[in-house]
């Protein structure tokens, strides 16, 4: 490995978090995310976790998002 675990997954985060683009407060929500899902991975080693939190993550926003504009 060229870096361990947390530099790792804060740099992977950190690209995820800018390339979404939703300010300073959703940059720090994205990057939660983003080292959740790299947690995820490094525990399970499998992509599929990750990716089908990160779909549920976008089906509940999309929900309260539709659930306020009522």
């Known amino acids: 490995r060229r870096f361990s675990f947390v530099p790792a997954a804060l740099l992977s985060a950190s690209i995820f978090a800018l390339a979404h683009g939703y300010g300073l407060i ?6 939660w995310s983003g080292f959740l ?3 995820i991975y490094e525990k399970t080693g499998s992509l ?13 926003v999309s929900l309260t998002v ?3 504009l009522r």
């Open 66 to 68: 539709m659930a306020l």
């Open 37 to 39: 899902w790299a947690w």
């Open 26 to 31: 959703g940059f720090v929500s994205v990057l």
């Open 48 to 60: 599929i976790p990750g990716m089908i939190a990160h779909a549920v993550n976008n089906l509940l």
